[in-house]
């Protein structure tokens, strides 16, 4: 109903704004088809959205809770949305904006939003973890392929591997990749590709499409057989810019086919340069060794010691020389006191010598047993004794016998 107002009996602004708030308020909630062109989230419980018109140039601001906008999973800017919305006026500045009770993501968005949470649900199963990837062989003895039959993808694999790498092998498994028994069918040939022993590394490859055409490589089947394989998986699907789960669980990911092959096998050309390298490193090495050796050797035999070996000796002889000089001028002194001691005690001996003493005049008396008669009681008369002297020996009878004590 509308307000009664004039020139001369004007309504006052906080009315009118008032009374624009009710009629707002009476729309009631709706529902409405839009895109989001703009997501501001904040620390708070109330998130900003920019909502436009999908076909008129018509944009409408919108708040909605982290709550509503969290349960509406992955909604990047630009994603179509089907979401219930309720009008209101804010007083304070009389701007309008629109409150979302509920938020769908729509079209491509919602793949996407499922995809999000599919991957949210393995990634904390661990599946994706860095761990659990394997190592690729340097060179493998066969390359299974798992492709779609005369693919595009299929063609660039074979001929990168063959011209890059030509004694490779390949053991392809042509698969589905499109379609609803599409993901079954990649299973199939990745369990036969992983069982044959000879198989040294798989290669899953597609070409681009649409992410329609590449939901069978995010299938949750599909990452629980390449996680469970033990042979090393690469995926090359699609573009760069696709990246479907299977990228997430496979052991190294490729981002197109071509590329698949240059991860698996090495460029020949590029190997044989860099062997050709490595061997004139080796010969540079080789050479810079010998000469340093060559050099120290000359240096060696350079050596007075090394062109005259006794030349070492002559110091040697010298100082021996007057070793041994020392040695007998040494020895000739020990030897002449020596023979001086000896002289004297050979003096000294001889002076106290019996036979010096009887050189003086002095005999020497034994008796008939040969015992010294050093005493007139040694001997009685009549008894025989010998007379030692200097030049001969005398035989004596004693006649008589006389002490001092008599003879005074």
């Given amino acids: 109903m509308a307000l009664e107002n004039s020139r001369e009996r004007p309504q006052p602004l906080g009315r009118v704004i008032g009374a624009v708030k009710g009629w707002v308020g009476r729309c009631g909630e709706i529902w409405v088809d839009a895109q989001v062109v703009e997501i501001k989230r904040r620390s708070g419980a109330t998130q900003y959205l920019t909502f436009r018109d999908r076909t008129a140039d018509m944009s409408a601001r919108v708040t909605v809770s982290a709550f509503v906008l969290d349960a509406a999973g992955p909604l990047p800017e630009g994603s179509r949305v089907t979401a219930r919305v309720r009008p209101r006026v804010w007083e ?71 011209r890059r790498w030509p004694a490779a092998q390949l053991r392809v498994r042509h698969a589905l990749v499109q379609g609803p028994s599409s993901a079954e069918s990649v299973m199939t040939a990745l369990a036969a ?28 089947g599909l990452v629980r057989a390449v996680a469970a394989a033990r042979t090393p998986v690469v995926s090359a699907i699609g573009h760069e810019a696709d990246v479907p789960l299977l990228d997430y669980v496979a052991d190294v990911r490729a981002s197109t086919p071509t590329d698949a092959a240059k991860r698996v096998v090495p460029d020949r050309d590029d ?10 490193r080796l010969a540079r090495a080789l050479e810079h060794r010998l000469t340093r050796e060559q050099s120290w050797l000359d240096q060696q035999r350079s050596r007075p010691v090394m062109l005259d070996p006794t030349s070492a000796f002559a110091a040697h002889y010298a100082r021996l020389d007057h070793l041994r000089h020392r040695l007998d001028s040494a020895l000739e002194r020990l030897l002449g ?27 020497v008396l034994v008796d008939a047993s040969g015992g010294s008669v050093s005493s007139t009681a040694d001997a009685s008369a009549g008894a025989r004794i010998e007379a030692y002297l200097s030049d001969g020996t005398l035989t004596l009878d004693v006649v008589a016998t006389t002490t001092k004590e008599q003879h005074a």
């Fill in 193 to 220: 590709l992983d069982a044959d022993p000879e198989v040294d590394v798989i290669i899953i490859a597609r070409g681009g499409g649409s992410l329609e055409d590449l939901l069978s490589f995010s299938d949750e």
């Fill in 337 to 363: 006191s020596q023979e001086a001691d000896l002289r004297a005690a050979v003096s000294t001996i001889r002076a106290l010598s019996p036979k010096r003493t009887l050189e003086r005049g002095y005999a």
């Fill in 271 to 280: 190997e044989l340069m860099h062997l050709g390298q490595a061997r004139l």
């Fill in 92 to 162: 304070r500045s009389a701007s309008l904006t629109f409150e979302c009770l509920e938020l769908h993501v729509a079209g491509e968005g919602r793949l996407l939003a499922q995809l999000e949470q599919r991957r949210r649900k393995l990634q904390a199963e661990g599946l994706f973890d860095d761990y659990r990837k394997k190592r690729l062989p340097a060179l493998p003895r066969v390359i299974g392929l798992v492709t779609g039959k005369d693919s595009d993808a299929e063609r660039d694999v074979v001929t990168n591997v063959a």
